[in-house]
């Protein structure tokens, strides 16, 4: 995609859907010795994602698995969208349209092959995947970042989108 476009399409996002494990997190998925789940997230992104959400634009979260860390973050960072348990995660972003969500000029995050069905979904405009993203997802990405999954990658999607200064 040549910048102009991307420009373009950046500059129109009216709501960002996001995988979470792989994207908000590194994807590794720790256990205590007592088998309470622990996941690590980037402080980076959640007050980017906040900034996001100060300008208007639409936040969910969609994760193919369910988490008490990843309904604890959604509740910190004050997203009221989140969706755990996805098989099909662009299923998942019919029922948030249903619900209320942007119908058009979507952005969707996914770094694995099951984010591809987001990724694909008529209404997604932007597909941005992570440094360390699967290769079929990178190759259907428009944009790539320079950051792994978990290290504050939500800090380019507000420099792409520019509102990196707002």
């Given at each position: 995609m040549n910048t102009i476009h991307?420009?373009?399409?950046?500059?129109?996002?009216?709501?960002?859907?996001?995988?979470?494990d792989g994207v908000l997190t590194s994807g590794e998925i720790i256990y205590s010795s007592s088998g309470i789940e622990l996941k690590s997230f980037n402080v980076k992104d959640g007050s980017s994602i906040v900034r996001l959400k100060n300008k208007g634009i639409d936040f969910a979260l969609v994760s193919g698995r369910e988490s008490v860390a990843n309904q604890l973050r959604?509740?910190?960072?004050?997203?009221?969208?989140?969706?755990?348990?996805?098989?099909?995660?662009?299923?998942a972003l019919d029922e948030l349209i249903k619900n209320g969500f942007p119908s058009e000029n979507i952005?969707?995050?996914?770094?694995?092959i099951q984010d591809l069905s987001l990724f694909r979904h008529s209404c997604v405009t932007l597909k941005i995947t992570v440094k360390d993203g699967h290769p079929r997802v990178i190759e259907e990405a428009d944009f790539v970042t320079k950051r792994k999954g978990g290290e504050g990658i939500m800090l380019e999607v507000c420099e792409l989108l520019n509102m990196e200064s707002q």
């Open positions: 991307l420009n373009e399409i950046c500059s129109n996002i009216r709501g960002i859907v996001s995988d979470i959604a509740e910190e960072l004050g997203i009221k969208r989140l969706y755990e348990n996805i098989g099909d995660k662009g299923s952005c969707a995050i996914g770094d694995d």
